[in-house]
């Protein structure tokens, strides 16, 4: 399977695990997760065939390790970044002193003065190390690099959790607790 391939896969599964199950018939279990077989099964019906091995090389090759079977194998969800209804069943942890956040410069004003805030998804999306927020920044165009004082936020009672692949998610940054890099 080339890496484009594998691009348009992964964004097809990103569209139906996080956003639009319905769309192929299928409806998230508590933890975001859907059987492999039904997956399959919908993603033929659809037309969009896919097999159970490109699904393991999917799951496997992920740079961003956005997928993960359960440990039956028999289940698989997205790790994070659903904007359904959907309880993932993370517990919450205590963050490092300091993580990042890769934003665009037209975002700024917005971000100064309501804090980082979830937008169309369910938790505020934060980067452990300055490269992944560079790399998600760019995204959008010329990123921007915010520090987040995580240890004084949490301190102060918010609840931080990490997703399966090292994302740090929580519900609301305040301005006070950014600077930028
Ligand atoms: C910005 C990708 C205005 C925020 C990435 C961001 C990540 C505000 C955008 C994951 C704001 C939301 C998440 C405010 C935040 N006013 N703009 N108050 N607060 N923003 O995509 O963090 O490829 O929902 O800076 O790699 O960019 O999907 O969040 O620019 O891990 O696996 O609003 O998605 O991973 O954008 O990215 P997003 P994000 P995947």
Same mark, same amino acid.
């Given at each position: 399977?080339?890496?484009?391939?594998?691009?348009?896969?992964?964004?097809?599964?990103?569209?139906?695990? /996080?956003?639009?199950?319905?769309?192929?018939?299928?409806?998230?279990?508590?933890?975001?997760?859907?059987?492999?077989?039904?997956?399959?099964?919908?993603?033929?019906?659809?037309?969009? #065939?896919?097999?159970?091995?490109?699904?393991?090389?999917?799951?496997?090759?992920?740079?961003?390790?956005?997928?993960?079977?359960?440990?039956?194998?028999?289940?698989? /969800?997205?790790?994070?970044?659903?904007?359904?209804?959907?309880?993932?069943?993370?517990? #919450?942890?205590?963050?490092?002193?300091?993580?990042?956040?890769?934003?665009?410069?037209?975002?700024? #004003?917005?971000?100064?003065?309501?804090?980082?805030?979830?937008?169309?998804?369910?938790?505020?999306?934060?980067?452990?190390?300055?490269?992944?927020? /560079? /790399?998600?920044?760019?995204?959008?165009?010329?990123?921007?690099?915010?520090?987040?004082?995580?240890?004084?936020?949490?301190?102060?009672?918010?609840?931080?959790?990490?997703?399966?692949?090292?994302?740090?998610?929580?519900?609301?940054?305040? #301005?006070?607790?950014?600077?930028?890099?």
């Amino acid at each position: 399977m080339d890496n484009t391939h594998q691009t348009r896969i992964s964004k097809f599964l990103s569209l139906h695990l /996080r956003h639009r199950p319905e769309l192929l018939g299928l409806t998230l279990e508590p933890g975001g997760w859907v059987g492999v077989k039904a997956l399959l099964a919908a993603c033929a019906h659809h037309k969009f #065939p896919l097999t159970k091995a490109q699904l393991e090389a999917i799951v496997s090759n992920s740079d961003k390790q956005r997928f993960a079977f359960d440990e039956t194998g028999t289940r698989i /969800r997205a790790q994070q970044g659903h904007s359904v209804p959907v309880e993932l069943g993370l517990v #919450p942890q205590v963050p490092p002193s300091e993580l990042y956040h890769g934003t665009v410069a037209s975002a700024l #004003p917005a971000i100064r003065q309501h804090g980082l805030q979830k937008m169309t998804r369910h938790h505020v999306h934060l980067s452990p190390d300055v490269e992944t927020a /560079r /790399r998600v920044g760019s995204r959008r165009g010329r990123p921007v690099l915010l520090v987040i004082d995580a240890a004084a936020l949490y301190a102060a009672g918010t609840l931080f959790y990490q997703a399966g692949n090292g994302v740090w998610l929580t519900d609301h940054v305040p #301005p006070q607790y950014l600077r930028e890099l």
